[in-house]
């Protein structure tokens, strides 16, 4: 039986065109990339919605968890960002060069896509979709089947295998096509659409941009940190996490490794601080400006403020003002 592999991201268009292939009586097996930029992604259970449309398609899914080969791409993109740190073009060619090896893996004869021409501004055009087609080494094997009428016809088309046909010909942003296609094969419950990443989210952008520039050596310990928290650029080496409720601080306080620091106010209810690079006096007393600034006290109050860098060691106390508003916004990233 002929096997083809479905990146099913759990979105609608990716559903919309397994489900194509399928009623074709092809045999589909789904892969799944997830990666620490997923937003869709409950904490260690792999992607949700992924998992969810495989399922209710009755198929196999199979799960790649790519976040430090993909680290790469993101610093460094080929064919550069889209319009907040997104590097569409290069993950595309990424994820269809590791479906790929999985599709030689499993004896699969071709890739399918929820991909719609026209749909996304960077990824979804006719000449960047030849360009993903040309890297990845996958000329005619990557049937887009929602806008393949409107494509050349790939092998498996021209080979008779798949009914060219009974694809598609829809194009553009509009969704009202995909809804109707949905509600005709009785599909309803899609979640998560399409795009459920950070990159593509102008403040998580600008954070990852600052982690870029000042760490190019991050780890998946400093990426998570950008998740969680405001954040401030102290200095070069120097950078201020500060927690925005219970949930946070406990997020943050389970984040934070052995060189850094952590701060506190002493006896007034606040956030937790987390400082991480190198400290000076000057950077700590910022430091507790800041956890000032988001403690419960009067206005004008000093507070005392504790730091420490391995909990339970004993701990440095520092009186602090909040810091200005002016500063604040300077520092933050
Ligand atoms: S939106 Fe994110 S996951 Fe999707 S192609 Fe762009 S970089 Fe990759």
Redesign the pocket.
């Given at each position: 039986m002929v096997k083809a592999i479905s990146l099913l991201s759990g979105g609608l268009d990716s559903i919309l065109a397994t489900r194509l292939i399928l009623e074709q009586g092809i045999e589909v097996e789904a892969v799944n990339f997830l990666?620490v930029?997923?937003t869709c992604t409950p904490r260690g259970k792999g992607c949700s919605s992924g998992k969810s449309a495989a399922d209710k398609l009755g198929i196999k899914l199979k799960v790649f968890e790519v976040s430090k080969e993909y680290f790469g791409i993101v610093k460094n993109p080929r064919y550069g960002y889209?319009s907040n740190i997104?590097?569409?073009l290069d993950?595309?060619i990424f994820?269809f060069k590791k479906a790929a090896q999985y599709m030689r893996e499993i004896d699969a004869s071709f890739l399918i896509t929820g991909e719609v021409l026209g749909q996304r501004p960077?990824?979804q055009r006719r000449d960047a979709m030849r360009i993903v087609e040309r890297d990845s080494k996958l000329d005619g094997l990557i049937l887009r089947p929602l806008s393949a009428r409107l494509l050349e016809p790939t092998i498996p088309e021209k080979e008779g295998i798949v009914d060219r046909e009974r694809l598609l010909d829809i194009k553009g942003r509009s969704r009202k096509p995909q809804i109707e296609l949905a509600r005709q094969l009785g599909i309803g419950d899609y979640p998560c659409p399409a795009?459920g990443?950070l990159?593509?989210d102008p403040g998580f952008a600008n954070r990852m941009r600052d982690l870029i520039e000042h760490k190019p050596d991050f780890t998946m310990n400093d990426v998570r940190l950008l998740k969680v928290g405001r954040h401030f650029r102290v200095s070069p080496k120097t950078k201020f996490i500060v927690g925005r409720n219970k949930e946070e601080n406990e997020k943050l306080t389970s984040l934070a490794g052995g060189e850094d620091f952590r701060f506190g106010p002493a006896k007034v209810k606040g956030p937790v601080g987390i400082g991480r690079g190198n400290f000076n006096k000057e950077h700590f007393s910022i430091a507790s400006s800041i956890i000032a600034r988001y403690s419960d006290k009067d206005q004008d109050c000093e507070i005392e403020v504790l730091y420490e860098k391995i909990p339970g060691e004993g701990h440095n106390s520092i009186m602090a003002l909040s810091i200005t508003e002016e500063t604040l916004e300077a520092l933050r990233i």
């Open positions: 990666t930029f997923c889209g997104n590097p569409c993950c595309r994820m960077m990824s795009g990443c990159l593509t």
